[in-house]
């Protein structure tokens, strides 16, 4: 169950939401290293030359009736996940240059949209709400692919589910909050789709999933026995958290605490010193590093000391990509699952995905910062065969979506033939376990995922 914190959030943001709906309606609405060809935009976005440089004249009906459409991306642009944002941008702009900035007879042109702030330094409610309602006004836009957190999800998918010219299909590179597409908490999923109607898919696995593996994991294969179990008090950490120790009963960990960490805090020792006389043998971290992550990580190792020593430190994907984590010295020999596969394996396994990865490198003179990254030009090819296989209008483009199309394995970026089932889960399941060594996060093993 998530937290009263997390609860609180979630009523203020149906607040917004309802509020934002009603002025859609009223309106009448139909109508770091990245280069700096594709710098991030500021909030509601700015709209990337395609490689053909077709026109962007919006069309009529929120996006029938012409040629040229617009897909967006919906991305922390600042704070500690600007690094994979940027690059998951950089990412979607190479794949659009690859099609040469085509989907079917339809031109496609990228506008960015940044759902952090900079006060916050990580995503945020209202932003979140504002730009649902932006995405929905944009006339030309037919499909949205973010969001990068689960809770922002949860803020945009009813709006974009109520649209009057849709609903508008969202496609997401990285939530893994389970509620989205199927039970969870009470009133999920079918609370995100008032309509009745999906419009929400992803290409990456479930919390539900994540947690289970994390936790078979930690007591396969580090053997451990009791385990302290903390979480962020966001939707997605409460539910990691949540999957993890319901999984760890199954598999012979005690979970000896649970709690959730105040981000605002300056430091974390006496929390952990509450823990010592429990004895515990593993943390968990429930959330993510934007949530004053590093922090968390340098406390745990001051008070039970190094993780390659008797306590053991793993964590969920909320932890994966981030440079300023693989930098941190007490960040060594922390474990971190990720629900897909990183750019190594994908380039191990040859095909499309090894060449989608070569090129970004070639192109932009780095390694993705996130795995994510390229997962968000996975979720890409899959909205952009949708679109391929619809009438242009955003009812079309989800209708096509939910269709039963797929991303056939000799294109495909994560390697494998894709696609969505009926509530908008991806059909093919990763699970990675990576091991951060040296100040770097490299590959450890892949977990089977039932």
Not at 188 to 195: H, I, S, V
Not at 297 to 302: G, H, L, P, S
Not at 374 to 379: Q, R, T
Request: proline share 5%.
């Amino acid at each position: 169950m998530p937290t009263k914190g997390n609860q609180m959030r979630l009523r203020q943001a149906t607040a917004v939401i309802a509020a934002l709906a009603v002025g859609i309606t009223a309106c009448g609405s139909d109508s770091k290293k990245a280069d700096t060809t594709n710098a991030p935009a500021a909030t509601g976005g700015t709209t990337a030359p395609a490689a053909t440089g077709g026109s962007t004249a919006p069309p009529a009906s929120g996006g029938g009736g012409g040629k040229a459409l617009v897909v967006s991306s919906d991305l922390p642009l600042q704070g500690a996940s600007a690094d994979a944002s940027a690059d998951t941008n950089l990412a979607l702009q190479l794949l659009l240059d690859q099609m040469g900035g085509k989907a079917g007879d339809y031109t496609i042109t990228l506008k960015q949209y940044d759902d952090s702030t900079a006060a916050k330094g990580a995503w945020d409610d209202a932003t979140c709400a504002k730009n649902a309602n932006d995405h929905v006004a944009n006339a030309a836009e037919v499909a949205v692919m973010g969001t990068y957190n689960s809770g922002c999800a949860k803020i945009e998918v009813p709006v974009l589910n109520e649209d009057p010219n849709g609903p508008m299909l969202m496609f997401s590179h990285a939530n893994t909050n389970p509620g989205i597409t199927k039970p969870w908490d009470p009133g999920e999923p079918d609370k995100y789709y008032p309509t009745g109607v999906r419009n929400y898919g992803r290409v990456i696995a479930t919390d539900d999933l994540q947690g289970k593996a994390d936790a078979e994991f930690a007591a396969k294969d580090l053997k451990v026995k009791k385990c302290v179990v903390l979480n962020d008090a966001q939707t997605y950490g409460v539910g990691v958290a949540q999957a993890f120790a319901e999984a760890a009963a199954n598999v012979g960990i005690e979970v000896v605490a649970t709690e959730a960490w105040d981000p605002k805090q300056p430091n974390y020792t006496a929390l952990f010193e509450g823990f010592k006389s429990l004895n515990p043998d593993c943390i968990f971290l429930g959330g993510i590093n934007d949530n004053n992550g590093e922090q968390l990580i340098r406390d745990k190792v001051a008070v039970f000391g190094p993780n390659t020593g008797a306590v053991k430190l793993v964590a969920p994907d909320g932890f994966t990509g981030y440079p300023s984590v693989h930098a941190l010295a007490e960040a060594d020999g922390m474990y971190i699952s990720f629900a897909g596969l990183p750019a190594s394996e994908l380039i191990k396994q040859g095909g499309a995905g090894a060449k989608f990865v070569e090129a970004f490198k070639t192109k932009y003179g780095h390694d993705p910062a996130s795995a994510y990254s390229i997962y968000g030009a996975a979720a890409l090819q899959f909205i952009l065969k949708a679109i391929a296989a619809s009438d242009g209008t955003r009812k079309g483009v989800r209708d096509a979506a939910f269709s039963g199309i797929t991303v056939p394995a000799d294109e495909s970026i994560i390697g494998r033939e894709f696609g969505i089932d009926a509530n908008g889960d991806v059909t093919v399941r990763d699970m990675s376990i990576q091991l951060l060594t040296g100040g770097d996060e490299t590959f450890y093993k892949a977990w089977p995922v039932e």
